[in-house]
C-alpha cells in the first residue's frame, strides 16, 4: 500500500444536498421564521419549511422530524419538536 493510499483511506466527499427520508429526526438551526408559525432550515442546498418553529425558534438550534421530503429538488417539510440550544451569535 502506497503513502498516498494510506492518506486517502477512509476519505470521501459531502454531498451539499443530503437524502433525507420521512421519520428522519435531526438537530438543525433555524435560519428564519415566518408569520404564520412556520421556520425555514437550510442544510446545504436542501431547504425545509418546519411547521410550528415560531419566532422563539429563529436562529436556535432545534430538533426536527421529517415529514415530506423531494429529493429531486431538495425540498421539504418537517415538524417542530424542541429546542435543543441556543445560537452561537452574541448580543
Known amino acids: 500500500m502506497s503513502i498516498f493510499t494510506k492518506f486517502l483511506r477512509g476519505w470521501q466527499f459531502r454531498d451539499?444536498?443530503?437524502?433525507l427520508a420521512v421519520?428522519?429526526?435531526c438537530s438543525v438551526f433555524v435560519a428564519e421564521t415566518n408569520s404564520d408559525g412556520n421556520g425555514h432550515v437550510y442544510?446545504?442546498?436542501t431547504h425545509l419549511l418546519v411547521?410550528?418553529?415560531?419566532?422563539?425558534?429563529a436562529e436556535k438550534r432545534v430538533r426536527i422530524a421529517v415529514t415530506e421530503f423531494?429529493?429531486?429538488?431538495a425540498t421539504g417539510r418537517a415538524e417542530f419538536i424542541e429546542v435543543v440550544g441556543e445560537s452561537s451569535y452574541t448580543n
Do not use: R, Y
Not at 423531494?70 to 429538488?73: C, F, I, L
Open 16 to 19: 451539499s444536498s443530503p437524502s
Open 23 to 25: 421519520g428522519d429526526e
Open 43 to 45: 442544510i446545504g442546498d
Open 51 to 57: 411547521e410550528g418553529a415560531g419566532p422563539e425558534t
Open 70 to 73: 423531494d429529493e429531486t429538488n
